[in-house]
């Protein structure tokens, strides 16, 4: 079974800095397009930060410039750097996947068919 799990959410203090995780198992992780999404209760879920299987990253204008994605393919595992964290950041973040290739991979919740759990981040003013 496919999966995806984050990890490394919890509080933090305004400016501070988290480092969010997430673990791919069971598919081949290589070949996918890997995005982090964020969702405050109430509203829709947003895209942050997206990874082409080559690469390539793009941002959303909320966060570009605070937030970094990398991917280690060599152990299947994404990640998103949080920096200069604001009390509006607050939400549960989300991993996902995609198997919509490069340029393509746009970061819409439709286009990717694969989702963690969500992991929780707080920033308190």
């Known amino acids: 079974q496919d999966q995806l799990m984050e990890s490394g959410g919890g509080q933090v203090q305004a400016g501070g800095s988290l480092r969010l995780t997430c673990a791919a198992a069971?598919?081949?992780?290589?070949?996918?397009?890997m995005a982090w999404f964020r969702q405050v209760p109430g509203k829709e879920r947003e895209g942050v930060a997206r990874?082409?299987?080559?690469?390539?990253?793009s941002y959303s204008d909320a966060l570009e410039g605070r937030s970094t994605i990398s991917r280690d393919n060599a152990t299947n595992t994404l990640y998103l750097q949080l920096d200069g964290l604001k009390p509006d950041d607050t939400a549960i973040h989300y991993c996902a996947a995609s198997r919509i290739s490069g340029s393509f991979c746009y970061v819409r919740v439709g286009n990717f068919h694969l989702w963690g759990q969500g992991d929780q981040v707080t920033v308190s003013s």
């Open positions: 069971n598919f081949n992780y290589n070949f996918y397009c």
């Open positions: 990874i082409t299987a080559t690469g390539y990253t």
